[in-house]
């Protein structure tokens, strides 16, 4: 059948149109959901961030919602991660995002043994956020993943350890496999350099040896107390060392088991886990009265970027949990 010249005109102008309006409506939504950065200077003589080529530059990226933040969260890339890689691997900021929560994704990826500078820079950041945008520095979640963890974790101690040692107290801290004591930290790298099967946990594993021995002096044996002042949590120790500042602090951990990689892939068992560390922390924690420290544990679901599989990794973490746990935190419905 023939189309009539003034339908086909007709058709055409229809089909134009709602595309035209369907490109509006979806350029407006990405760009309403566009993450901002912000330029916090082109030096960085601490390295706290990099694998950015020659830049010097730190920054921080933040996804700001339509409406006045009910809270922040922090989220901060594992050692040596890129924050674009980062967020091709998770949901979280677009899922705060929807609820009303501001999003800060600071370029820190490496940094130092005290975590002071790291520190430092998280609380300029802090302070141009409550500022710009006044959200109640009450209501700040941070985590992150691994070295980025740590950070978070360390943080949160720091602000427990003395009245405005920081620039807030986190509302709660999550956490993705993150290294705890870093005595046990030492003793794995002993038992990897000796298993020589992973040539690239054998170099990660000498490097952290001489950097513990250059900064504390020896090891953990030689000088106890060192790794315990450094550590996040120490297990054998009273209120797990530093651990017992985050006795007030809603804690999320979250760590895969995959023995089949562990001991396939690395020839490793438990004692080189980092749940090991973690559960025993949260355990510490729930001892010490804190009802909101809990540690999710799954099995085989790490995977990488590139799609190797790899527990040490975004995807063990339920994006949508994550998002449930921070909003029961700040009380949003």
């Not at 994704?105 to 006044?134: M, S």
């Not at 040896?209 to 106890?224: A, D, V």
């Not at 990689?261 to 080189?272: A, G, P, S, T």
């Not at 009802?291 to 999710?296: E, R, T, W």
């Amino acid at each position: 059948m023939r189309v009539s010249p003034v339908f086909s005109l007709f058709d055409n102008t229809y089909m134009k149109n709602l595309f035209l309006l369907l490109f509006i409506f979806s350029s407006g939504l990405s760009s309403a959901q566009r993450f901002e950065r912000i330029s916090l200077g082109d030096q960085d003589p601490a390295n706290l961030y990099v694998n950015d080529g020659d830049s010097t530059e730190l920054y921080y990226l933040k996804l700001v919602p339509k409406s006045e933040p009910i809270g922040v969260v922090v989220i901060l890339p594992s050692g040596g991660e890129s924050v674009q890689n980062l967020l091709k691997q998770i949901d979280l900021p677009q899922m705060a995002y929807r609820k009303n929560i501001l999003t800060i994704i600071p370029a820190i990826n490496w940094g130092t043994e005290t975590r002071e500078v790291e520190i430092e820079l998280l609380d300029q950041i802090f302070q141009a956020v409550v500022k710009e945008h006044k959200v109640p520095k009450e209501n700040f979640v941070l985590g992150g993943l691994s070295n980025g963890g740590m950070i978070a974790l360390t943080y949160a101690e720091a602000s427990k350890k003395e009245v405005g040692n920081t620039f807030l107290v986190p509302k709660g801290v999550f956490g993705l496999d993150v290294p705890l004591d870093k005595s046990h930290f030492y003793e794995y790298c002993i038992r990897e350099i000796n298993r020589d099967f992973s040539e690239a946990g054998v170099n990660e594993a000498r490097w952290l040896l001489n950097n513990y021995q250059q900064i504390y002096g020896g090891s953990p044996e030689e000088f106890p107390e060192r790794y315990i002042e450094a550590s996040i949590y120490s297990n054998g120790v009273e209120g797990g060392g530093n651990a017992k500042y985050l006795k007030d602090i809603p804690i999320r951990m979250y760590s895969d088991l995959d023995v089949e990689w562990l001991i396939n892939q690395r020839h490793r068992d438990l004692y080189d886990w980092n749940g090991t560390d973690i559960v025993a922390m949260v355990n510490e924690l729930k001892l010490m009265g804190n009802p909101d420290a809990n540690v999710i544990i799954t099995m085989g679901k790490g995977v990488r970027l590139d799609g190797r599989r790899h527990p040490h990794s975004w995807s063990i973490m339920d994006n949508q949990d994550c998002l449930n746990w921070i909003s029961k935190l700040f009380e949003i419905q």
